[in-house]
C-alpha cells in the first residue's frame, strides 16, 4: 500500500501498478525527500518524471505544490496516476503526459514550460544507459534557482557535469541527489 503522507490529501491511499518493473517510493523515502524541499513546495510548479504511481507527484501537490506536470511512457502507469489524480480529486492542478521522457522533455520545451522542482526516478537501468539530467539541461527546464531530486540505486552513478550536486542522502538502497544550477547558492 502506497499513500499521501502529509498535506491536504494526507492519508488517501493510492493504486499500485500492477507490475514489478514499478518501484513506488516508500514512505521514509518520501519522507526524507519532502522535509528536505518542503520550504519549496508552496506555489511550485512541479515535474514528477518517470512518475509510476505518481506518488511523489500527488505528495508535492498536497504540500502546497501548484501544479505538477506526471510523464510515463509506460501506459499502465499512466493509468494508475490519472486514477490517483482523481481520487485526490488533483485534477485541475495535474497533466499527465502519456510519453517517453526525452519526447515529453522536448515537447514541454517548445511550450516554453519551465519547473522550480523537478522529480526523476527513471528506471535504474535506464539511468546507466541515458542521462535525463542532460536532457533537462539541453531543454532549459529548471528555472533559476530550481532543484532536481534523482532517485536512483547507491551503485549507480549518476552522470556529472549537467547540474551541480547539492546534496546527497543516502537511505538503504535508495539514494536521492539533490541537483541545481550554478546560482542556486542556498543550503539543502
Known amino acids: 500500500m502506497i499513500r499521501v503522507i502529509s498535506g491536504i490529501y494526507k492519508g ?10 514499478v518501484r513506488p517510493m516508500q514512505d521514509k523515502v518520501k519522507g526524507a525527500l519532502f522535509s ?25 501537490l498536497s504540500r502546497g ?8 511512457e509506460f501506459f499502465p502507469a499512466v493509468k494508475v496516476i490519472r486514477a490517483n ?23 514541454l520545451a517548445k511550450k516554453n514550460v519551465r519547473f ?17 539530467l ?5 531543454r532549459e527546464l ?3 534557482g530550481g532543484l532536481i531530486v534523482l532517485r536512483h540505486y547507491y551503485r549507480v552513478k549518476p552522470a556529472e557535469g549537467d547540474f551541480k550536486l547539492r546534496r546527497r542522502v543516502t537511505l538503504g538502497d535508495d539514494v536521492l541527489s539533490f541537483y541545481g544550477g550554478e546560482e542556486n547558492e542556498e543550503e539543502l
Open 12 to 21: 488517501r491511499r493510492l493504486k499500485l501498478v500492477p507490475s514489478l518493473s
Open 85 to 107: 489524480v482523481a481520487k485526490c480529486e488533483a485534477e485541475d492542478k495535474a497533466v499527465v503526459l502519456h510519453r517517453e521522457f526525452n519526447r515529453a522533455a522536448i515537447d
Open 142 to 144: 529548471l528555472k533559476p
Open 134 to 138: 542532460r536532457v533537462l539541461r539541453k
Open 116 to 132: 522550480d522542482l523537478v522529480f526523476l526516478d527513471p528506471p535504474y537501468k535506464l539511468l546507466e544507459e541515458r542521462n535525463p
Open 65 to 72: 505544490a501548484e501544479r505538477v506536470v506526471f510523464v510515463d
Open 36 to 60: 528536505i524541499v518542503r520550504d519549496r513546495l508552496k506555489g511550485s510548479v512541479c515535474l514528477d518524471g518517470f512518475a509510476g504511481t505518481g506518488s511523489v507527484g500527488l505528495e508535492a
